[in-house]
């Protein structure tokens, strides 16, 4: 159906490429499990470092080169139209470790709720998991933090990715949950993109934010781009949650250049449980016949318009005045091949090259005519033969005589 297509091409099955992809990785895998390890001793020693860090500049600048030596780097666009004064930001969904991405690009708190699992380095940020899913007991948790209070106290914004599900950021977004929509007037929305130059993918349905982690520490880099998009304000008191939340998926897919899809979670749930769709059969490959061009025979080839070189009728000719009795097809046919008029010469009387002899004082190629007394077979090859025999004999005697003449005037 419909949401099943658009799941399997939103959410990956897969970890791993197939193809060129998959042989790179065999050959890459020793120096990624290096990089991993290498990446974990050296993720322990910041933890225990920025754990006493204060917030600041100081300490995102750190996270920044850590991260980057860990193979995360952000980038960022268009964070000038980044308003203080809203304090909800929102975005899309695209693994379950980009609250990392977040602090290290913003200053915010990020949150995640109870059925996203645990998520690691949470100690080295400001990060909440909320005991509610969702629904209005999430929204009255949410109240009650210091940062969604009406005096407007505690950190400066609050990150939000309520998409339902990460996905690859590539060609639909998945529906956003209302609970945050229901806090303030307004939001500004962020559209988050990764790349991921070799290795394994982002995420992959039923993972968690341990392996998400696993293989980004596996991965050569991978890049995260923030975008920072305008303020979208509440229409008052007209404008509902379910509201305000579709105009900011529409305002973050815009940007993406997505479409927001109507799966719902009953849809995505039923996907998760379902094996994979099996990738259509190939039909059976049929045989390739390659069309052959008609057998013609001489006379065909003979009415055939020629559009040979001039030195090569030149040659024709020469040969035709020491074998008048060959068609000149035959004769132009070796010249072709050989390019030498003692070579072709030496070809037909040798007999390599089988013709049928033209009848003496008839020109090259001349017309079939009828006959009105025919002889017998015997008699027609009996007469043939000895004309050939003669026609041979003389030819050879012409060719030795050119021959002879032609020896002597070198050795002069």
């Not at 991993?36 to 920025?50: C, E, N, T």
């Not at 007037?185 to 559209?191: D, G, K, M, N, Y």
């Not at 509440?234 to 305000?244: C, I, L, P, R, V």
């Amino acid at each position: 159906d419909t949401a099943r297509k658009a799941l399997d091409t939103a959410i990956a099955r897969n970890r791993l490429n197939i193809g060129l992809n998959g042989l790179l990785f065999i050959v890459y895998a020793p120096v990624g499990f290096l990089l991993v390890v290498f990446r974990v001793f050296l993720a322990l020693q910041a933890v225990l470092i920025l754990v006493v860090v204060a917030e600041g500049v100081l300490k995102r600048l750190m996270l920044r080169i850590i991260f980057l030596v860990l193979g995360i780097a952000v980038t960022t666009s268009e964070f000038e139209r980044r308003d203080r004064k809203a304090k909800i930001l929102v975005g899309n969904k695209l693994s379950f470790f980009d609250y990392i991405a977040l602090h290290l690009a913003i200053d915010c708190y990020t949150v995640s709720t109870k059925d996203e699992g645990s998520s690691p380095l949470t100690t080295v940020f400001p990060h909440h998991t909320f005991r509610w899913k969702d629904g209005d007991g999430l929204v009255k948790e949410a109240r009650e933090r210091p940062m969604f209070d009406e005096e407007g106290r505690g950190p400066i914004s609050y990150a939000v990715q309520p998409e339902c599900h990460p996905t690859n950021g590539c060609s639909v977004l998945l529906p956003f949950s209302s609970w945050p929509f229901a806090l303030e007037q307004s939001v500004q929305p962020l559209a988050l993109s990764a790349t991921r130059f070799f290795g394994p993918r982002l995420t992959v349905a039923g993972s968690n934010g341990w392996m998400d982690l696993f293989w980004t520490l596996f991965s050569p880099i991978t890049i995260f781009h923030i975008r920072m998009l305008p303020v979208v304000h509440k229409n008052g008191d007209t404008d509902s949650a379910e509201d305000f939340c579709h105009r900011v998926e529409q305002e973050i897919a815009g940007a993406l250049g997505l479409t927001v899809s109507n799966i719902k979670s009953a849809d995505l749930k039923k996907w998760l449980s379902q094996p994979p769709t099996p990738p259509p059969p190939h039909p059976p490959a049929q045989a390739t016949t390659i069309p052959q061009g008609p057998v013609i025979t001489a006379a065909e080839f003979a009415s055939l318009p020629q559009s040979y070189p001039s030195g090569i009728e030149l040659m024709v000719q020469q040969v035709a005045t020491v074998l008048p009795h060959v068609p000149h097809t035959i004769i132009r046919k070796d010249l072709l091949a050989t390019r030498s008029v003692d070579v072709t010469v030496a070809n037909i009387l040798e007999g390599h090259v089988a013709f049928v002899p033209l009848p003496q004082g008839a020109p090259p190629t001349p017309p079939a005519k009828p006959s009105v007394s025919r002889p017998s077979s015997l008699q027609r090859h009996a007469s043939l033969e000895e004309r050939k025999k003669a026609l041979f004999a003389e030819a050879r005697r012409w060719y030795l005589e050119k021959r002879t003449a032609k020896g002597k005037r070198d050795s002069y």
